[in-house]
Nanobody
Framework: QVHLVESGGGLVQAGGSLRLSCAASGRTFTGNLMGWFRQAPGKEREFVAATRWVGDSIYYAYYGEFVKGRFTISRDDAKNTMSLQMRGLRPEDTAVYYC????????????????????WGQGTQVTVSS
């Protein structure tokens, strides 16, 4: 059975940083599209970032417009993990952050919709105080 487990959320002041991690088990996701989404109360789940395999062990990163250079997505296929380094956090970044993975691999086009991902973690709360 596939599991994605997020960690690293918490309470931070505006301008602070957090590093979220996602550990996958049950299968490997080497070459698969993986990403982060977030959901604030009363809002839809929103694309944050994704990493897509483009060949030769190279992954491209994609970010939501609101990120504006503040977040960095990375992955370690050897450890079956993915991370999201968040800097310059703002109160509007407060949300539950979810790790997601697509079952298709090896060059799948990037996907920005939550419905396009097949595996999800349980989420980790990020709260940014002003």
């Amino acid at each position: 059975q596939v599991h994605l487990v997020e960690s690293g959320g918490g309470l931070v002041q505006a301008g602070g940083s957090l590093r979220l991690s996602c550990a996958a088990s049950g299968r490997t996701f080497t070459g698969n599209l993986m990403g982060w989404f977030r959901q604030a109360p009363g809002k839809e789940r929103e694309f944050v970032a994704a990493t897509r395999w483009v060949g030769d062990s190279i992954y491209y990163a994609y970010y939501g417009e609101f990120v504006k250079g503040r977040f960095t997505i990375s992955r370690d296929d050897a450890k079956n993990t993915m991370s999201l380094q968040m800097r310059g956090l703002r109160p509007e970044d407060t949300a539950v952050y979810y790790c997601a993975a697509d079952s298709e691999g090896w060059g799948t086009p990037v996907k920005f919709g939550a419905n396009d991902y097949d595996y999800w973690g349980q989420g980790t709360q990020v709260t940014v105080s002003s």
